[in-house]
């Protein structure tokens, strides 16, 4: 029978409960055999409800469990940078959640440590590998819709009714909605892009203090080779909604639910020549489980000794953006 990578979860709360188990249970080269639990009693529980050999109260005892080759991060922003270390540190690879970091000093140390303990770190930014993100990708490589000089996207829900009530808390969440659901936007972009952020401008409401976290942000970006993009997010929202609009000189892509995951989407293209439509057409586009795709690669890459396809290195280009686009 074929290796696979055995991972442990970091972090086992809804999310990971939901989303990350059954998706490491779905990948046909990874396996679940840990998860940890701030309460030992709770992460007993979950381990015998979801049938996983192992639960622990703590990262250290975690890691240090032969049985694990590999741990997902799925705990609050703090703990991203100390859970990544410690695993580094006991020879466990990693896979984190976005965003990356706290800050950048962080997302720095986090990568240092792998590398010099011989380890592969991930960040979960799971949307690039959507057949939707790729397929735009695809066009504005070609020079389908021309130059681009305008890219912006949208991603808002009701952070009322999250069972995260740390959101909006700084010293746990580092950041609001930029950090949660705006580094999608970014990622995206600078992906679709394949170019780097030089100018950073933000709009915050309320102001982050040293306590509380913006709840609505919008970003102006500017990239090297001159592209312009906005991005819009919020926790104050009646719906939950994502937006992409690529606009290049000769044609517009656009897509709703851009980050969705396990789904069928919808990619609209629509070419203009002397201010008339030359061509308008929709292309229906399946999404399979992004989360089993990120946990399958990246259990690929461990068991092949290959690159990672989202390395530490592109998480922290991210967290340079985020950082400033906190600064009020």
């Given at each position: ?7 442990g979860?970091?972090g086992f ?6 989303t990350?188990?059954?998706a490491i ?8 055999v ?7 009693t709770?992460?007993k529980e ?23 080759d ?8 703090s703990q991203?940078a100390?859970?990544?270390?410690t695993a580094a ?5 990693v ?7 706290m ?8 990568i240092?440590t792998?590398k ?13 590998l ?5 397929r735009m ?6 020079g389908?819709?021309g ?7 949208e991603?808002?829900?009701?952070g009322?009714l999250s069972?995260?009530?740390w959101l ?9 909605p930029?950090?949660?659901?705006g580094?999608h936007c970014?990622?995206t ?6 170019d780097?952020?030089?100018?950073v ?9 040293s306590?509380?976290?913006e ?13 312009i993009?906005g991005?819009?997010?919020?926790y ?17 892509l ?13 990619l ?6 002397n201010?008339k ?7 229906k586009?399946?999404i ?8 399958t ?6 068991l ?6 989202i390395p ?14 906190m600064?009020?």
């Amino acid at each position: 029978m074929a290796r696979k990578i055995h991972y442990g979860i970091i972090g086992f709360g809804a999310f990971a409960e939901h989303t990350i188990a059954p998706a490491i249970r779905e990948s046909s080269n990874s396996e679940l055999v840990a998860l940890q639990k701030h309460s030992l009693t709770a992460a007993k529980e979950k381990a015998q409800a979801f049938h996983i050999p192992h639960a622990f109260d703590s990262v250290e005892a975690l890691v240090q469990h032969p049985d694990v080759d590999a741990v997902f991060i799925v705990s609050v922003n703090s703990q991203h940078a100390p859970a990544t270390i410690t695993a580094a540190r006991s020879g466990k690879h990693v896979l984190v959640e976005k965003p990356m970091a706290m800050n950048v000093a962080e997302a720095e140390t986090m990568i240092e440590t792998c590398k010099k303990n011989n380890v592969k770190l991930m960040v979960g930014h799971m949307v690039r590998l959507s057949p939707l993100v790729l397929r735009m990708k695809e066009l504005i490589q070609s020079g389908f819709i021309g130059k681009i000089t305008f890219i912006k996207s949208e991603f808002i829900y009701d952070g009322r009714l999250s069972h995260r009530r740390w959101l909006i808390d700084r010293n746990i969440a580092g950041g609001g909605p930029i950090f949660d659901i705006g580094v999608h936007c970014l990622d995206t972009t600078r992906f679709l892009l394949d170019d780097e952020v030089v100018s950073v401008k933000s709009q915050l409401n309320p102001a982050p203090s040293s306590i509380r976290t913006e709840s609505t942000a919008q970003l102006a970006l500017k990239f090297s080779r001159g592209t312009i993009a906005g991005v819009f997010c919020s926790y104050a929202a009646p719906i939950r909604r994502t937006f992409i609009e690529i606009i290049g000189e000769k044609g517009i892509l656009s897509a709703e639910n851009f980050s969705w995951s396990d789904n069928k989407l919808s990619l609209k293209v629509v070419l203009r020549e002397n201010d008339k439509i030359i061509e308008e057409s929709e292309e229906k586009i399946v999404i399979p489980n992004l989360y089993e795709k990120e946990v399958t690669l990246f259990s690929e890459s461990i068991l092949n000794k290959t690159p990672i396809s989202i390395p530490g290195e592109e998480g922290l280009k991210n967290q340079f953006v985020l950082d400033e686009a906190m600064k009020v």
